[in-house]
Structures are given as structure tokens and as C-alpha cells.
């Protein structure tokens, strides 16, 4: 085990020396890498033919400059990425995000994470992640669609059904989506549905894709719940964000027989003791993409400004915002208040320090790469429905949702029991996830 540990570490400041200033992918790199010291010493012909290496390395990584010109006509310029990480399982799978915090670092952090949550989907999708560091919000509809069509312009070179499979992420939403593969369908002449999911439903999109996310992560916490006798009813559960992850997990809640009492975004949080009216949320944040402010006026809540929506006590936590909003303090916080259950909605919301807390205390945590798989495990789907020119129902595909959902808890229980670690469900996931990649690149030789 030491020599092992010896091998990982080593890896790992490879990692630090080939991608410097790179710090949300040297902590995803860690987090993973950390896990791996019992399968190196089960099965050194990883390290031999150098897997563990060759999967901190993207396959391809793809930078372009992105101009395009606003109401005003003055041109205003953007980064653009693509990492298409590893495709050993399957073309590369990943969302985009348009955010101004946007640079190589997120988009290899969320690449690399994207290639074991792709793979404990049990479906055939490699990883990768893209986007750009443009800020949509307070823009007009026509800015984005030239930000959208400018963007493709290049990326459309790089993508394709058998290629790579953009999805959305932060800030690209149906609209982005629709923006993004009319452009894609005028360049190449070809109506190729699966070049993109999260599409609208009346061309090619799925049923429950914008739910899935959200729902994924609740039915995962379902099942961590049942392994311990419980359920949702009469539990307090704290969610932050406001977006569509946020919403949807809310709405899966209610629908199970928790309550709700807390979300957030970026001004502030609110305490709704009643439980969070989630029609009023939406048509805030979706139809009026206004601030939390005005939910918590219009309802009568507790609107807080900044501050931290973890001060709120609740039996479940689930953040659904961003990456690291969720420290060592928050933790100590929602634990000295009671929580039994925190599941990660969004991609590595908990720092490094909360997972530690969290372990330590007895605190059941699900990682984001098994909990908030259901997003793309549902764009899996959509990629197949376009394959057979096939359309499902709601009721069959949420379905098909809750049973990869059970699939991915039971086999990061069993795989973390396997390896020594029972209940460890970061561990069972980094495990699982890495063996099924791992596997498939040792047959494919030296790529």
C-alpha cells in the first residue's frame, strides 16, 4: 500500500507541475487520486501501462477566441474551450458553461470529473466540458444568439454525435441550446440531433432532461436513505442555488415528503419555514430570472443578503449552486446543527475540508460525480431517443432515470465495501467510476 501511495503521489505532482495555476483540477485530480492507492495495489497493470497517468491528460484541449457584437454594435470579445478528456467509453459528454469565472482550470476540473460520473452511468459516454468565460446575464436576446452563433462557429469543427456532445450547464439553458444548434445545423447542412442535448422538446429534446439533475441527486439521497431505514418524511432539507438544479431537487423533495425551508443565489438566501413554493420560485427565476429577494417579498419570507444559507439547521443538505461554496466552516456548522445527509447537486460544491468534517462525523455525503449524474445519464438517453428517431414519455424516462440512479448508489456502495471502505461513497465512486474507464483504455492499447 505504501509503494502505491508512493506511485500517487508522485502522479499527483505531475499533475502540479504539467497544469500549474490550474487549482480546481489539481483539487478534482487529489480527490480522485486519493481514492486509488487499494486498486493500484490490486491491479499494478494500471501503473504499468501508465492509465493513471494518461487520464490526467486530456486527449484534446481546444481554445479559440470568441468576437461578437452587441446592441450598441461595439465588438466585444470572449474565450472559448472545449476539453475533450478521455473517450474510451464512448464519444466525449459534457455540458458548457457561460460564466465570467471561466478559464481552463473549471473546464478541466469539470472535464475530468465528467469521465468517471459518464462512467458510473453505465452508459457508452467518454468525458469532456467546455464553455466560455461570457456573462449572459442582464443581456438581450439577440446578444446572446450572436455570442451563440459566434461561438459555434468554431466549436462546430470539433463536435459531432460520434464525436463530442455538448450539453448546457451554468448560464446555457434551452435558449443557449437552441441558439447553439441552429448554428451548428446551418454550417454543416445536417440535421444531427444528437450533436446536442438538452434540446427542446418539439425537435429532438427528451422528457426530463431539465429536470434531471435535480431529481437524479434526490432519488440518490432516497436511496441513501432507505440503506439506513428512512425516508424524505418529515425531514428539513436546506438546497442551495435557485437555478435548475436547485429547483428541481425542490420539487423532487416535496414530491417524496420533505420540506424544503432554504434556498439561494448569489445576493442572499431565504428561509421559507413553510416550505419553498416552488411555483412561485420558478416563475421568479425562470420566466422572470429575477433575484431571490423578490420570491422571499412576494411570499412573506426571510430574505437574508450574503451570509451563508448552511447557518440554516436542516436534516439534509444539498448544494446545488457551485464549485467550493460549501468550506470547513459550513460544515462544522450544518453538523453541529444535526445534518445526517449532505448530497452534492452541483460539481465539487464541497471543499476538500467539508468532506474531511463530514467523514469524520458520521455524516452520509454523496459526491457530486454519483450524485448529480442523473443530468447527463438523461442526456445519454436523449442521445439515444435521436439515434432511433424515438421520443419517450415523461412517466417512462423518469423511470429510466431512477433506476441508473439506484444503479450508480448500489454500485459505489458495493465497490467502497469491496476496497475496504464500506459506506465510503467518495471512495466507491472514484473507484467504480475509474475501473470502468480503466479497463476499456487497457484494451484499446497505448491511445
Given at each position: 500500500?505504501?509503494h502505491?501511495?508512493?506511485?500517487?503521489?508522485?502522479?499527483?505532482?505531475e499533475?502540479l507541475?504539467r497544469?500549474?495555476?490550474?487549482?480546481?483540477?489539481h483539487?478534482?485530480?487529489?480527490?480522485?487520486?486519493?481514492?486509488?492507492?487499494p486498486?493500484?495495489?490490486?491491479h499494478?497493470?494500471?501503473?504499468?501501462?501508465?492509465?493513471?497517468?494518461?487520464?490526467?491528460?486530456?486527449?484534446?484541449?481546444?481554445?479559440?477566441?470568441?468576437?461578437w457584437?452587441?446592441?450598441?454594435?461595439?465588438?466585444?470579445?470572449?474565450?472559448?474551450?472545449?476539453?475533450e478528456?478521455?473517450?474510451?467509453?464512448?464519444?466525449y459528454?459534457g455540458?458548457?458553461r457561460?460564466?465570467?469565472?471561466?478559464?481552463?482550470?473549471?473546464?478541466?476540473?469539470?472535464?475530468?470529473?465528467?469521465?468517471?460520473?459518464?462512467s458510473?452511468?453505465?452508459?457508452?459516454?467518454g468525458?469532456?466540458?467546455?464553455?466560455?468565460?461570457?456573462?449572459?446575464?442582464?443581456?438581450?436576446?439577440?446578444?446572446?444568439?450572436?455570442?451563440?452563433?459566434?461561438?459555434m462557429?468554431?466549436?462546430?469543427?470539433?463536435?459531432?454525435?460520434?464525436?463530442d456532445?455538448?450539453?448546457?450547464d451554468?448560464?446555457?439553458?434551452?435558449?443557449e441550446?437552441?441558439y447553439?444548434?441552429?448554428?451548428?445545423?446551418?454550417i454543416?447542412?445536417?440535421?444531427?440531433?444528437?450533436?446536442?442535448?438538452?434540446k427542446?422538446l418539439?425537435?429532438?429534446?427528451?422528457?426530463?432532461?431539465?429536470?434531471?439533475?435535480?431529481?437524479?441527486?434526490?432519488?440518490?439521497?432516497?436511496?441513501?436513505?432507505?440503506?439506513?431505514?428512512?425516508?424524505?418524511?418529515?425531514?428539513?432539507v436546506?438546497?442551495s442555488?435557485?437555478?435548475?438544479?436547485?429547483?428541481?431537487?425542490?420539487?423532487k423533495?416535496?414530491?417524496?415528503?420533505?420540506?424544503?425551508v432554504a434556498?439561494?443565489?448569489?445576493?442572499?438566501?431565504v428561509?421559507?419555514?413553510?416550505?419553498?413554493?416552488?411555483?412561485?420560485?420558478?416563475?421568479?427565476k425562470?420566466?422572470?430570472?429575477?433575484?431571490?429577494?423578490?420570491?422571499?417579498?412576494?411570499?412573506?419570507?426571510?430574505?437574508?443578503?450574503?451570509?451563508?444559507?448552511?447557518?440554516?439547521?436542516?436534516?439534509i443538505a444539498?448544494?446545488?449552486?457551485?464549485q467550493n461554496?460549501?468550506?470547513g466552516?459550513?460544515?462544522?456548522?450544518?453538523?453541529?446543527?444535526?445534518?445526517?445527509?449532505?448530497?452534492?447537486?452541483?460539481?465539487?460544491?464541497?471543499?476538500p475540508?467539508a468532506?474531511?468534517?463530514?467523514?469524520?462525523?458520521?455524516?452520509?455525503?454523496?459526491?457530486?460525480?454519483?450524485?448529480?449524474?442523473?443530468?447527463?445519464a438523461?442526456?445519454?438517453?436523449?442521445?439515444?431517443?435521436?439515434a432511433?428517431?424515438?421520443?419517450?414519455?415523461?412517466?417512462?424516462?423518469?423511470d429510466?432515470?431512477?433506476?441508473i440512479?439506484?444503479g450508480?448508489h448500489?454500485?459505489?456502495?458495493?465497490?467502497?465495501?469491496?476496497?475496504?471502505?464500506?459506506?465510503?461513497?467518495?471512495?466507491?465512486?472514484?473507484?467504480?467510476g475509474?475501473?470502468?474507464?480503466?479497463?476499456?483504455?487497457?484494451?484499446?492499447g497505448?491511445?
Amino acid at each position: 500500500m505504501a509503494h502505491a501511495e508512493t506511485t500517487l503521489d508522485e502522479l499527483y505532482s505531475e499533475v502540479l507541475r504539467r497544469n500549474p495555476g490550474e487549482t480546481e483540477f489539481h483539487q478534482a485530480a487529489k480527490e480522485v487520486l486519493e481514492s486509488l492507492a487499494p486498486v493500484v495495489t490490486k491491479h499494478p497493470e494500471y501503473v504499468d501501462a501508465a492509465v493513471i497517468r494518461r487520464l490526467c491528460e486530456p486527449e484534446r484541449q481546444v481554445i479559440f477566441r470568441v468576437p461578437w457584437q452587441d446592441d450598441n454594435g461595439n465588438v466585444q470579445l470572449n474565450r472559448g474551450f472545449r476539453v475533450e478528456f478521455n473517450s474510451a467509453l464512448g464519444p466525449y459528454k459534457g455540458g458548457l458553461r457561460f460564466h465570467p469565472s471561466v478559464y481552463l482550470g473549471i473546464v478541466k476540473f469539470l472535464g475530468f470529473e465528467q469521465i468517471f460520473k459518464n462512467s458510473l452511468t453505465g452508459l457508452p459516454i467518454g468525458g469532456g466540458k467546455g464553455g466560455s468565460d461570457f456573462d449572459p446575464k442582464g443581456l438581450s436576446d439577440g446578444e446572446i444568439m450572436r455570442f451563440c452563433q459566434s461561438f459555434m462557429t468554431e466549436l462546430y469543427r470539433h463536435i459531432g454525435e460520434y464525436t463530442d456532445v455538448p450539453a448546457g450547464d451554468i448560464g446555457v439553458g434551452g435558449r443557449e441550446i437552441g441558439y447553439l444548434f441552429g448554428q451548428y445545423k446551418r454550417i454543416t447542412n445536417r440535421y444531427e440531433s444528437g450533436v446536442l442535448t438538452g434540446k427542446g422538446l418539439t425537435w429532438g429534446g427528451s422528457q426530463v432532461r431539465t429536470e434531471a439533475t435535480g431529481y437524479g441527486a434526490v432519488f440518490f439521497l432516497d436511496e441513501m436513505l432507505k440503506t439506513r431505514g428512512q425516508s424524505f418524511e418529515g425531514k428539513r432539507v436546506v438546497v442551495s442555488g435557485s437555478g435548475n438544479v436547485a429547483v428541481y431537487a425542490t420539487e423532487k423533495v416535496e414530491q417524496l415528503g420533505g420540506t424544503v425551508v432554504a434556498c439561494s443565489d448569489s445576493s442572499g438566501y431565504v428561509v421559507d419555514e413553510k416550505g419553498i413554493d416552488l411555483s412561485l420560485l420558478k416563475d421568479v427565476k425562470e420566466r422572470r430570472r429575477e433575484r431571490i429577494d423578490v420570491y422571499a417579498a412576494e411570499r412573506g419570507a426571510i430574505f437574508v443578503p450574503g451570509g451563508s444559507v448552511w447557518d440554516v439547521p436542516c436534516d439534509i443538505a444539498l448544494p446545488c449552486a457551485t464549485q467550493n461554496e460549501l468550506d470547513g466552516d459550513a460544515a462544522d456548522r450544518l453538523i453541529k446543527n444535526g445534518t445526517s445527509y449532505v448530497a452534492e447537486g452541483a460539481n465539487m460544491p464541497c471543499t476538500p475540508d467539508a468532506v474531511r468534517l463530514f467523514s469524520d462525523a458520521g455524516v452520509a455525503f454523496a459526491p457530486g460525480k454519483a450524485a448529480n449524474a442523473g443530468g447527463v445519464a438523461t442526456s445519454a438517453l436523449e442521445m439515444q431517443q435521436n439515434a432511433s428517431r424515438d421520443s419517450w414519455s415523461f412517466d417512462y424516462t423518469e423511470d429510466r432515470l431512477a433506476h441508473i440512479m439506484r444503479g450508480i448508489h448500489d454500485r459505489c456502495l458495493e465497490t467502497a465495501d469491496e476496497y475496504g471502505s464500506p459506506g465510503d461513497y467518495v471512495t466507491g465512486a472514484n473507484i467504480a467510476g475509474f475501473i470502468r474507464v480503466a479497463d476499456a483504455m487497457l484494451a484499446m492499447g497505448v491511445v
